[in-house]
């Protein structure tokens, strides 16, 4: 043997101890979650920021920081860093907020009344680049009342206002010396919350450490890793190799964990609407007959069944069914010979083609959808089959927002929205006359005086009894003269490890932040006794 | 006993130098006219800044929270005026902030950059070791069954999306076998980056990342060394009674590596490109995601950036390849 071989021999083998000792040390079980204080979880998308002051956990939740108020379970308000819900002035005007004493920052120092007014003001500062501000439209100004109180004054009385409390405290000793909008607060938050941010690989993950020094207590979790995963079957992928713990499934890719024993499948409802917009200014539809053809002709619990494998409801409404804003006795149940006699005494009679016209308008519109987005894409063809079912044509195409907007005012948009907290969020962004294609909002530039004065009335009135009346007449309105024909509430499905008790979904919303799923309560998770 | 003419064992420096300072020279209005094309090319693409940085929040915002997110975001200034403004900053040192990152330019690319590199620079070296050990393989035996396989095989991967490649490769390795994991710089679980974590996850990206670039490079080889071997210098040196590995080698080799030597400055966009696919289905933190964002959401400065910088890495690809090409063959020389 020549010495060459011999020294080409010998790298052989070290290159393959090598690449053996790297399969041994990569067994599975290494990679997964850690012990039973750890938890691992695949999401899709990642924060651009983590500061509040930028959006970030506006709607609760946030690992990091703690809201004023913050919501249980059931979504019902419950005190955070105020020590108690707001005491409000009769007229409606001035939410006085009793803060907890003792709370620190994870970095030591206190939390004051000088932060709450901070966060809010930097907010609703004109420089500040964070697209929610219009939020806190409400408000004219934050004071503080000594150091343990905070006094809200608004422009108008707005019933809903506690529940815009739930978003993020931010220390002014550190993000009040930085840029708002790029400095490194953005990335390195440091908040009064359960977990402590110990490293964010954009692209990659997102780890948090349990905070010892947690006012609500230690939380059992010691380690929380969020991985992003963007592809849906990646995802699944990595769950079933054992990487992660849980992850957020598409319902098709969720069903192949169904018979899975190690594993659950939990189905948050939500308030995560898809609805198709009936521009006014169309002139079909802006038929109040069409719209109302259109709203029956609509087989919604096919959509369900088959666009949504079951993980959904029927909507009628902005307010899913199981909500108690829900108006009893608005469900419409499919009935297509009903829409066609609708049309038939509206004057749309059907051509040869099948299709109705009336006065040589054709019964016809087109209906965008967001393109690559394959649930809108599912629920616009089925709405478009459904139509032509009854004669009225739809033409299906997609595209990106930028093509869409500017055709709103007269052409239909596949659109979604929905937020649990209180139904003036959602309601009077859509409906509200004077908002018609004001941004996103009103879309279909809907138009109807019943209906704005009752969201007048529903956000003005401190009383459930008034709100739930004028919901209720905003809810039957929309069965007599629909701006929009609203398809289906979605499940938002997680499979997870069964390595803990006592797990629970909220009523999610449209937007998924981090702090949807069952890792909303992460911080009171508990290992499960063996 | 000597077949190969006696060649000063110096490298000539000076010729090289030469040819990089013209080079580079050459590199600064190629890099001007990139940058402002990027931002010519942003600003008639359908994507709106604004909508990009403002997200879902944007679809419940007013018209009056959304102009002024447009007047903070200076997205509504005139190109030529953007242009200049972002050029006379960088000159100095100062990149801009990027809207969709929320955060400095520098710090975003200096966070990613190195992980990118890492992957690109293993993959590259397992395509061009491998490529071309199994190029003389192949090209010595021509038809043989050796040449065949890895012939069809590399066709076949040549073909295959690098996309598809990722996925198969999580599914029989990480799924499948467990040994290898399949996404991120360290364990999910885990928050140091330790080298032997770094080591183990970049194995399959690497792999498949280098696998989709090996059959230019064997193809190349393969074609390369089976000509050399077909003239008649080696006929010669055959029938003089060279050994066959001084022949494979010393003949074989040296001529075909030459156009492999082109190819490699040559492959360095398409390695950018295999990079972008193959970080996203490994959730590999590298500056290849970062692009995609930047693109879709009109990040201007992050996009100018990163512009500048592949740009960059081609010239100084081309600048590489045409080096170890004068090095190569002599008769080369280095420009002018």
Same mark, same amino acid.
């Given at each position: 043997?020549?010495?060459?071989?011999?020294?080409?021999?010998?790298?052989?083998?070290?290159?393959?101890?090598?690449?053996?000792?790297?399969?041994?040390?990569?067994?599975?079980?290494?990679?997964?979650?850690?012990?039973?204080?750890?938890?691992?979880?695949?999401?899709?998308?990642?924060?651009?920021?983590?500061?509040?002051?930028?959006?970030?956990?506006?709607?609760?939740?946030?690992?990091?920081?703690?809201?004023?108020?913050?919501?249980?379970?059931?979504?019902?308000?419950? $005190? #955070?860093?105020?020590?108690?819900?707001?005491? &409000?002035?009769? =007229?409606?005007?001035?939410?006085?907020? %009793? !803060? +907890?004493? @003792?709370?620190?920052?994870?970095?030591?120092?206190?939390?004051?009344?000088?932060?709450?007014?901070?966060?809010?003001?930097?907010?609703?500062?004109?420089?500040?680049?964070?697209?929610?501000?219009?939020?806190?439209?409400?408000?004219?100004?934050?004071?503080?009342?000594?150091?343990?109180?905070?006094?809200?004054?608004?422009?108008?009385?707005?019933?809903?206002?506690?529940?815009?409390?739930?978003?993020?405290?931010?220390?002014?000793?550190?993000?009040?010396?930085?840029?708002?909008?790029?400095?490194?607060?953005?990335?390195?938050?440091?908040?009064?919350?359960?977990?402590?941010?110990?490293?964010?690989?954009?692209?990659?993950?997102?780890?948090?450490?349990?905070?010892?020094?947690?006012?609500?207590?230690? $939380? #059992?979790?010691?380690?929380?890793?969020?991985? &992003?995963?963007? =592809?849906?079957?990646?995802?699944?992928? %990595? !769950? +079933?190799? @054992?990487?992660?713990?849980?992850?957020?499934?598409?319902?098709?890719?969720?069903?192949?964990?169904?018979?899975?024993?190690?594993?659950?499948?939990?189905?948050?409802?939500?308030?995560?609407?898809?609805?198709?917009?009936?521009?006014?200014?169309?002139?079909?539809?802006?038929?109040?007959?069409?719209?109302?053809?259109?709203?029956?002709?609509?087989?919604?619990?096919?959509?369900?069944?088959?666009?949504?494998?079951?993980?959904?409801?029927?909507?009628?409404?902005?307010?899913?069914?199981?909500?108690?804003?829900?108006?009893?006795?608005?469900?419409?149940?499919?009935?297509?010979?009903?829409?066609?006699?609708?049309?038939?005494?509206?004057?749309?009679?059907?051509?040869?083609?099948?299709?109705?016209?009336?006065?040589?308008?054709?019964?016809?519109?087109?209906?965008?959808?967001?393109?690559?987005?394959?649930?809108?894409?599912?629920?616009?063809?089925?709405?478009?089959?459904?139509?032509?079912?009854?004669?009225?044509?739809?033409?299906?195409?997609?595209?990106?927002?930028?093509?869409?907007?500017?055709?709103?005012?007269?052409?239909?948009?596949?659109?979604?929205?929905?937020?649990?907290?209180?139904?003036?969020?959602?309601?009077?962004?859509?409906?509200?006359?004077?908002?018609?294609?004001?941004?996103?909002?009103?879309?279909?530039?809907?138009?109807?005086?019943?209906?704005?004065?009752?969201?007048?009335?529903?956000?003005?009135?401190?009383?459930?009894?008034?709100?739930?009346?004028?919901?209720?007449?905003?809810?039957?309105?929309?069965?007599?003269?629909?701006?929009?024909?609203?398809?289906?509430?979605?499940?938002?499905?997680?499979?997870?490890?069964?390595?803990?008790?006592?797990?629970?979904?909220?009523?999610?919303?449209?937007?998924?932040?981090?702090?949807?799923?069952?890792?909303?309560?992460?911080?009171?998770?508990?290992?499960?006794?063996? | 006993?000597?077949?190969?003419?006696?060649?000063?064992?110096?490298?000539?420096?000076?010729?090289?130098?030469?040819?990089?300072?013209?080079?580079?020279?050459?590199?600064?209005?190629?890099?001007?006219?990139?940058?402002?094309?990027?931002?010519?090319?942003?600003?008639?693409?359908?994507?709106?800044?604004?909508?990009?940085?403002?997200?879902?929040?944007?679809?419940?915002?007013?018209?009056?929270?959304?102009?002024?997110?447009?007047?903070?975001?200076?997205?509504?200034?005139?190109?030529?005026?953007?242009?200049?403004?972002?050029?006379?900053?960088?000159?100095?040192?100062?990149?801009?902030?990027?809207?969709?990152?929320?955060?400095?330019?520098?710090?975003?690319?200096?966070?990613?950059?190195?992980?990118?590199?890492?992957?690109?620079?293993?993959?590259?070296?397992?395509?061009?070791?491998?490529?071309?050990?199994?190029?003389?393989?192949?090209?010595?035996?021509?038809?043989?069954?050796?040449?065949?396989?890895?012939?069809?095989?590399?066709?076949?991967?040549?073909?295959?999306?690098?996309?598809?490649?990722?996925?198969?490769?999580?599914?029989?390795?990480?799924?499948?076998?467990?040994?290898?994991?399949?996404?991120?710089?360290?364990?999910?679980?885990?928050?140091?980056?330790?080298?032997?974590?770094?080591?183990?996850?970049?194995?399959?990206?690497?792999?498949?990342?280098?696998?989709?670039?090996?059959?230019?490079?064997?193809?190349?080889?393969?074609?390369?060394?089976?000509?050399?071997?077909?003239?008649?210098?080696?006929?010669?040196?055959?029938?003089?009674?060279?050994?066959?590995?001084?022949?494979?080698?010393?003949?074989?080799?040296?001529?075909?590596?030459?156009?492999?030597?082109?190819?490699?400055?040559?492959?360095?966009?398409?390695?950018?490109?295999?990079?972008?696919?193959?970080?996203?289905?490994?959730?590999?933190?590298?500056?290849?995601?970062?692009?995609?964002?930047?693109?879709?959401?009109?990040?201007?400065?992050?996009?100018?950036?990163?512009?500048?910088?592949?740009?960059?890495?081609?010239?100084?690809?081309?600048?590489?390849?045409?080096?170890?090409?004068?090095?190569?063959?002599?008769?080369?020389?280095?420009?002018?």
């Amino acid at each position: 043997m020549t010495a060459r071989t011999a020294r080409g021999g010998a790298r052989a083998t070290l290159a393959a101890a090598l690449i053996t000792g790297v399969a041994a040390c990569s067994a599975p079980g290494s990679a997964a979650g850690g012990g039973a204080d750890a938890a691992v979880v695949g999401i899709a998308n990642e924060p651009e920021t983590l500061s509040p002051l930028l959006g970030y956990g506006k709607d609760g939740n946030s690992k990091i920081f703690d809201g004023l108020l913050t919501h249980d379970a059931d979504m019902k308000l419950k $005190p #955070a860093l105020a020590e108690a819900l707001p005491e &409000v002035s009769a =007229d409606g005007l001035t939410y006085t907020y %009793r !803060l +907890r004493r @003792g709370v620190k920052f994870s970095d030591g120092a206190p939390f004051t009344a000088k932060d709450v007014v901070f966060t809010y003001r930097t907010i609703l500062d004109a420089k500040t680049n964070n697209a929610s501000k219009t939020e806190l439209d409400a408000i004219a100004e934050v004071e503080e009342q000594g150091p343990d109180a905070v006094v809200f004054t608004l422009k108008y009385p707005y019933a809903p206002f506690a529940e815009r409390t739930v978003l993020p405290i931010a220390p002014e000793h550190i993000a009040g010396r930085q840029d708002v909008n790029s400095g490194e607060f953005t990335a390195k938050p440091v908040g009064t919350g359960p977990y402590v941010l110990a490293a964010w690989s954009r692209g990659e993950k997102l780890s948090f450490t349990a905070n010892p020094a947690y006012w609500g207590g230690e $939380p #059992a979790v010691k380690k929380f890793t969020m991985a &992003v995963i963007k =592809d849906d079957d990646v995802r699944a992928t %990595r !769950l +079933r190799s @054992g990487e992660l713990d849980a992850a957020i499934l598409p319902p098709d890719l969720a069903k192949g964990f169904k018979d899975d024993k190690a594993r659950t499948t939990y189905a948050a409802k939500s308030f995560d609407y898809r609805n198709v917009t009936l521009p006014t200014h169309h002139p079909v539809t802006g038929d109040p007959a069409v719209r109302q053809a259109l709203d029956i002709a609509v087989d919604r619990t096919t959509m369900v069944d088959k666009l949504l494998a079951g993980a959904g409801k029927p909507a009628y409404g902005p307010v899913p069914t199981g909500s108690p804003w829900f108006t009893a006795g608005t469900e419409r149940a499919y009935d297509l010979d009903r829409a066609k006699r609708i049309l038939d005494d509206a004057g749309w009679k059907a051509g040869e083609d099948g299709i109705r016209a009336r006065d040589g308008v054709r019964a016809s519109f087109p209906l965008w959808y967001t393109s690559g987005d394959k649930i809108r894409q599912d629920h616009a063809l089925a709405f478009a089959s459904d139509a032509k079912k009854a004669g009225i044509e739809v033409k299906t195409e997609s595209g990106t927002w930028e093509v869409i907007e500017p055709r709103m005012k007269t052409d239909a948009v596949l659109a979604g929205g929905g937020s649990p907290a209180d139904p003036d969020f959602d309601q009077y962004l859509l409906l509200q006359s004077s908002l018609g294609g004001d941004g996103f909002n009103n879309m279909a530039r809907y138009d109807n005086r019943t209906v704005d004065r009752a969201l007048d009335d529903a956000r003005r009135s401190g009383d459930p009894a008034v709100r739930k009346a004028a919901y209720d007449t905003v809810q039957r309105e929309l069965v007599k003269n629909p701006g929009y024909v609203f398809l289906t509430h979605i499940d938002h499905l997680y499979v997870v490890n069964d390595k803990w008790v006592g797990l629970t979904t909220q009523v999610e919303p449209h937007d998924h932040g981090l702090g949807a799923g069952p890792w909303w309560n992460v911080e009171s998770w508990k290992p499960e006794q063996k | 006993m000597n077949t190969r003419p006696a060649r000063s064992p110096r490298l000539p420096w000076g010729p090289m130098a030469r040819m990089a300072g013209r080079r580079t020279l050459l590199a600064l209005p190629v890099l001007l006219a990139v940058t402002f094309g990027v931002f010519a090319v942003a600003e008639l693409s359908p994507f709106d800044p604004v909508k990009a940085y403002a997200g879902t929040a944007g679809l419940t915002a007013s018209q009056a929270e959304l102009d002024q997110l447009r007047a903070n975001l200076g997205v509504d200034r005139p190109l030529s005026g953007r242009w200049w403004d972002w050029l006379t900053s960088a000159l100095t040192g100062d990149l801009g902030t990027s809207s969709v990152m929320r955060r400095p330019v520098a710090e975003v690319i200096a966070e990613r950059l190195g992980w990118s590199a890492l992957l690109a620079a293993t993959a590259f070296a397992v395509a061009v070791l491998a490529g071309t050990a199994l190029g003389v393989l192949a090209a010595r035996r021509r038809g043989g069954p050796l040449d065949r396989v890895v012939s069809s095989l590399a066709y076949t991967l040549e073909a295959a999306p690098a996309f598809w490649l990722g996925l198969l490769a999580i599914w029989f390795f990480s799924v499948h076998l467990g040994v290898l994991p399949s996404g991120g710089l360290s364990d999910a679980g885990s928050d140091a980056v330790t080298a032997d974590q770094v080591v183990r996850h970049l194995v399959l990206p690497a792999l498949v990342l280098g696998l989709s670039q090996l059959p230019w490079f064997f193809l190349y080889v393969r074609q390369g060394v089976a000509d050399a071997l077909d003239e008649d210098p080696v006929r010669g040196a055959r029938a003089r009674g060279i050994g066959e590995r001084r022949v494979l080698l010393g003949h074989g080799l040296r001529a075909g590596m030459l156009p492999m030597l082109t190819l490699i400055g040559s492959r360095v966009p398409e390695l950018i490109t295999g990079a972008l696919l193959v970080e996203t289905v490994f959730s590999w933190p590298g500056i290849a995601a970062a692009t995609v964002q930047a693109a879709t959401s009109v990040d201007f400065p992050l996009l100018a950036a990163l512009t500048v910088l592949a740009t960059a890495a081609v010239l100084a690809g081309n600048l590489l390849s045409d080096l170890l090409y004068g090095l190569a063959d002599p008769r080369v020389g280095f420009d002018g």
